[in-house]
């Protein structure tokens, strides 16, 4: 019996050394193939400079899908994953997963009374990952715009806002008030 064991052992051990290598070798090569196809790659995440908030505030990322509705087939959406990350990258919070339809508008809060950290201020940046499928003309995910900010809780009033300055110049020249503000 122990013989037996032993040839099978061996015989396992020579089609490892065998298999492994060829695996190696032509595997990656494969999938990468597979990968460069034609498939377009997806939308770029949209990752924001670091800030922070202490007690009594709430961080907010907001994501819009400014298309015009009509324009999209019945149930078209953008998928997104939302992830609040502390200074040393670790998650503060579950990460968001949802769903953004045309014309309207989701938001994600965090709030920093919420968070089992014992300092006051802690510093954080969020990333935005949005899921699209390119074969859905056209894609609802190309409108999307996003921004954060951070807020106070019993006044309501924004203490931090972090958005692209080329959207809001592009509203504010629409609106005919692009002399007014310097951005």
Avoid: W
Wanted: aromatic residues 8%; positive net charge.
């Amino acid at each position: 019996m122990n013989s037996m064991i032993r040839k099978r052992v061996r015989v396992l051990a020579v089609l490892a050394v065998v298999l492994l290598p060829f695996l190696a070798m032509h595997l990656p090569q494969q999938t990468r193939a597979q990968a460069i196809g034609d498939v377009a790659p997806p939308d770029p995440d949209r990752v924001f400079s670091p800030v922070a908030f202490a007690f009594g505030q709430t961080a907010r990322v907001n994501i819009a899908q400014v298309g015009d509705p009509n324009l999209f087939l019945a149930g078209a959406a953008c998928g997104i994953i939302v992830n609040y990350f502390a200074a040393d990258g670790s998650p503060l919070a579950p990460p968001f997963r949802g769903q953004v339809e045309p014309g309207k508008i989701v938001f994600v809060d965090l709030d920093r009374n919420s968070l089992p950290i014992r300092t006051n201020r802690v510093p954080f940046r969020v990333a935005v990952r949005l899921i699209s499928d390119p074969n859905f003309p056209p894609d609802p995910c190309s409108q999307i715009r996003a921004s954060v900010e951070v807020y106070d809780n019993f006044t309501g009033r924004t203490m931090v806002f972090i958005g692209n300055p080329q959207h809001i110049s592009g509203i504010l020249a629409h609106l005919g008030l692009a002399n007014r503000f310097c951005l």
